[in-house]
């Protein structure tokens, strides 16, 4: 069921390092965006997969990782993401609306897929485009929108319920289980 599939899709920040992941397998993800809507059926955006050990190490580096979780400096080695894909356009600019949702549903449909394949990640959208850039030899001509980390989850993330107006920032235990508190139903619908 598609609610099961949505449920399953957290955001992911720990992982089993030693699985390792085929471009094909991101290939196959990036197949889901093609189909996704956008904006005016403008298809801007191009999508970079990245499964090279060597390379991933460049990049880990320049990802920011769950800032409320203050003390915890995103995945130590081991427990990283083993495939990334960045999701990249020629036209507009990072604060372009249309790019944006374009991007966000494109990263939607990349992120439900990789569930279904048993897999999971995380949207980073705070990164150092410059510095990544460098690592690819990208154009400048592209502007980078946000990094799909994906790989095989090693972390519980559980959902807790809260009402409107409590605290929305996730938090993880002493064993690594992620909190991500989400609002009620009821308190999300106007009527
Ligand atoms: C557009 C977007 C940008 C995000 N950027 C980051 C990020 O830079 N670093 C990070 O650790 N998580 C990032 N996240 C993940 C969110 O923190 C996460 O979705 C939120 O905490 C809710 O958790 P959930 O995905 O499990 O529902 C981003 C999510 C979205 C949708």
Redesign the pocket.
């Known amino acids: 069921m598609l609610k099961d599939i949505v449920k399953k899709s957290?955001?992911y920040?720990i992982f089993d390092e030693s699985y390792k992941l085929e471009k094909q397998d991101l290939v196959d993800l990036i197949e889901l965006a093609r189909f996704s809507p956008c904006g005016k059926n403008g298809q801007y955006l191009r999508f970079i997969p990245i499964c090279e050990e060597e390379v991933l190490k460049e990049i880990y580096p320049y990802l920011?990782?769950?800032?409320y979780l203050k003390d915890w400096g995103g995945p130590v080695e081991g427990d990283r993401p083993t495939g990334i894909i960045l999701v990249v356009s020629k036209e507009g600019s990072l604060t372009d609306p249309i790019l944006a949702c374009d991007m966000?549903i494109a990263s939607q449909s990349i992120m439900l897929g990789a569930v279904e394949k048993d897999l999971g990640g995380?949207?980073?959208?705070?990164l150092n485009r410059k510095k990544i850039a460098e690592v690819l030899n990208l154009s400048d001509d592209y502007i980078i929108h946000?990094a799909l980390a994906i790989g095989k989850p090693a972390q519980d993330?559980i959902v807790e319920d809260i009402h409107e107006g409590e605290n929305i920032k996730?938090w993880m235990d002493e064993d690594k289980t992620h909190h991500?508190p989400k609002i009620i139903l009821h308190d999300l619908i106007l009527d």
């Open positions: 957290r955001s920040r920011a990782w769950a800032a966000g995380c949207m980073i959208r705070a946000i993330v996730y991500v």
